[in-house]
């Protein structure tokens, strides 16, 4: 009473050898379809990340809405606006920055613009009290962090960087220092108020990218949009000066010039990113890393525009999953800093192994 098959040990034989082939032919085919994919985002960087930026910022807006239209999408559309805003600013200066540096691992944050931030409020928090902080009107108090920001960082790139001293390792090393500095007394600033106090500053001190302020939209767009006109307008020029000072002014790239617009349109774009949403160190680093990688060559006509979509990506997308799929159960510039200090740590053994 047994069934042909088997009784059959060539049935047997012949089942498993097609269950073995169709499972080959799956795994090939999935295989396929990956470098298939890869392909593409190597042959149309742009392109891809164009279509996962609109996918991402559609599941932003629209994921557990459960009817309240009314209400979720003006308030998630104005969130949306800010990150796309802060991810173009960081993307686009730390760009800029290490075209400047010629440096892959170089990012703004050397020339302690975080720290500054992050001893103002220090400062406003200990002259003014906890209360009187988050009273303070955020159009006020975001005015006044880019104002600072940018004043501190024009008066080191005009002492530093004149006609006479066009040393941008010296400008490096100084801001650095001024890091050092602005640090030290923030902590001596924490000893002195009290633990609520402290409290406040220590929040105000790391990235809030789920509490953006609407009302410094309109500010932020403003900056972005200026600045990104005179970026674009710069491209050619910043592909030629990649290939160093002395061939560009070889080729007739005033330097002095150019060099002091770039530090300007980069301190201006990481003042406006960090009184956003607040500093943040190594997101610049992984976003650049990943430009590099994906973009098919160097010409900053195709790097700006991959960078700050990859920027726009990484925030929405890593928004999209703390807020609507893990509960808030994390924080999105907890994990952008673990990854791009990996990047940092990466980078830097991929450099010392080929200097072997």
Known sequence: MFSSSASNPDNMDNQSVNGSANAAGKSSASKGLGVTFWQAIKQHPSLVATVILLVSAVLFLTLNVN????????????KLLALMVVGYAIGVSTLLF???THNPILTPSLLGFDSL??????????????MSFASINPIVKFTLEIVLMFGASLLLFKLLFS????????LILVGVIFGVLFRSLSALIARLINPDDFVVVQSASYAQFNTVNPQ?????MIICVISALFVWRWRYQCDVLMLGKSQAINLGINYQRLAFGLLIVIAVLVATATALVGPVTFFGLLV???TNRIARHMHHSERLILV??????????????FEQLLGMAGVLSVVIELAGGLVFLLLIFMANRRRV
């Open 67 to 78: 009817g309240h239209w009314d209400f979720a999408l003006p308030l998630r559309g104005k």
């Open 98 to 100: 290490q075209t400047l």
């Open 117 to 130: 931030y992050v001893l103002l409020q220090s400062l406003l928090v200990f002259f003014l009290g906890a």
């Open 163 to 170: 006609k006479s001293s066009q040393d941008l390792t010296r």
């Open 216 to 220: 410094l939209l309109g500010i932020s």
């Open 288 to 290: 650049c890393a990943l």
């Open 308 to 321: 700050s979509l990859i920027a726009m990506i990484c925030l929405v997308l890593g928004q999209t999953i």
